[in-house]
């Protein structure tokens, strides 16, 4: 088929392009949008609204909920012969679409605080809060760990012995001499 003279392709979710020199791909492919793509609809209407001298300029429709519209476009078919093929292989066409928020859509967000269900979001916050209390318990682990390691050490040793009745701490009795000027009875 030639690609200008297409009147309509419509597309269904979950079914695949017919393909010849590439692999099938799903007909409608959500990628993203401020909606997020858990609302795909069951199926897509996009009709041929003229050539701009390059590629056919193409409006898509859908049943989707007034919260929900199309943003970005791309209706991609299989080029019969080779990739830029004028002529395409019949049934090979999907539609690359983000959904987006309307102004409705946008408000409701704004209202309740999250989209969708209220289960979903009690679900969310308290995974949310368990996840917090497991990062604290892994930092109290840490910061114990390092008490024991660098400041309960073992407590200074005192050795008696010829020091005219001072004490000196096991540090000082270790094989490096006290560095110059200094003197015990100082400490």
């Known amino acids: 088929l030639l690609l200008r003279d ?3 392709l419509t597309l269904h979710r979950g079914q695949y392009t017919t393909s010849r020199r590439t692999a099938a791909v799903p007909q409608l492919q959500c990628t993203g949008g401020t909606a997020g793509c858990s609302h795909v609809p069951e199926v897509v209407q996009c009709y041929n609204k ?6 056919v300029q193409w409006q898509c429709k859908a049943d ?3 919260t929900y519209r199309f943003g970005q476009i791309e209706v991609n078919c299989e080029g019969y012969d080779y990739p830029d ?4 292989l019949r049934g090979s066409c999907s539609l690359l679409f983000r959904l987006e928020l309307t102004e409705e859509g946008e408000r409701k967000v704004k209202n309740s605080g999250s989209f969708g269900s209220n289960y979903y979001q009690s679900r969310k916050d308290s995974s949310d ?13 840490l910061a114990f760990g390092v008490y024991k390691l660098f400041l309960s050490s073992e407590q200074p040793q005192q050795s008696f012995g010829d020091n ?10 270790q094989q490096a ?3 110059p000027g200094f003197k015990y009875s100082f400490t």
Do not use: K
């Open 6 to 8: 297409v009147q309509a």
């Open 50 to 55: 003229g050539w701009d001298g390059y590629d």
């Open 64 to 66: 989707l909920e007034s």
């Open 85 to 88: 093929d004028p002529y395409i």
């Open 129 to 141: 809060s368990v996840g917090g209390a497991i990062v604290i318990i892994v930092l109290l682990v």
């Open 164 to 173: 005219g009745g001072f004490t000196r701490p096991s540090w000082q009795s």
């Open 177 to 179: 001499p006290p560095p």
